[in-house]
């Protein structure tokens, strides 16, 4: 049996099973590291017990991901107050004694769609999630781009015409990035609404469109993905994907000649197949890469990070 953990900035979602047919999860809301943590761990040992091989977390960030840092599995310089420095695949793994798979949250639901969802049999592909921040996971060659940490494709700097849209941005760190100016938060700072109050037709959904698209042209000629998985909160809002696969043709101008552009962009940029439950199915696959080879071949992935 197989732990998955999903670390959101409000809530954890705990799985245990074994693939999406089989998973029995709960939400823990995050409050303090200690809460938080200490209630994960009760929750494996009340739903696996001894039968936890191993656990794989998803995690909100900026993390640590790499194996054999001495800060592995930490969440580094996040604004999450309490959250700095808190040391979250150690705490885990040593309270329930098994090994600790861990990566980002969107590297890991771009991990559970390329097992289960929109992007099975894509070895290079993008998913990005649009919610409370902005954040993208890169599958190049079937593996996930890591880097020197891990890629921020929220920050990327975009256009801002400040005659058009007079909002600075909300970003802490850059003001007016992606993040700054096309997440939730944002479009609730500069309409004054949440996003899933502004109605089809409002003229948030033309900027916020035209926001993404720019984020994704960068991201297109940047890393050359054959498809783009977008989802999170504010694209709830039916209207807004087909406004960005229309302006992203538009920003490309027919230079970038594949028929997946050109003639398929229904099928090049999509909506996550797994929903909300990307990430705790990604980190499903983290704990199965870090259980190690099994005897039968059923769960083995391409994807070792
Ligand atoms: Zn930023």
Known sequence: MLGAVEAGGSKFVCGVGTSPEDLITEQIPATTPEETLEAVVAFFRRAAGSKLEAVGIASFGPVDPHPGSPTFGYITCTPKLGWRGTDVAGTVGRGLGVPVGFDTDVNGAALGEARWGAARGIADF??????????????????????????????????????????????????????????????????????????????????????????????????????????????????????????????????????????????????????DRAGVLGALVLAEEAAGPRPSSEMSTPTTP
């Open 126 to 275: 993008l998913y990005l999630t649009v919610g409370t921040g902005i954040g993208g996971g890169a599958m190049v060659n079937g593996k996930l781009l890591h880097g020197l940490l891990h890629p921020e494709m929220g920050h990327l700097r975009i256009p801002h015409d400040r005659e058009r849209d007079p909002y600075a941005g909300g970003c802490p760190f850059h003001g007016d990035c992606l993040e700054g100016l096309a997440s939730g938060p944002a479009l609730r700072a500069r309409w004054s609404m949440a996003p899933r109050e502004l109605p089809a037709g409002h003229p948030a959904w033309e900027l916020e469109a035209e926001y993404l698209a720019l984020g994704l042209h960068n991201l297109v000629c940047t890393l050359s993905p054959r498809r783009i998985v977008i989802g999170g909160g504010v694209l709830h809002q039916q209207c807004l994907l087909p406004m960005v696969r229309t302006g992203l043709a538009r920003l490309l101008n027919g230079y970038i000649e594949a028929a997946e552009i050109v003639v398929e962009m229904d099928r090049f940029v999509v909506p996550p197949d797994l929903g």
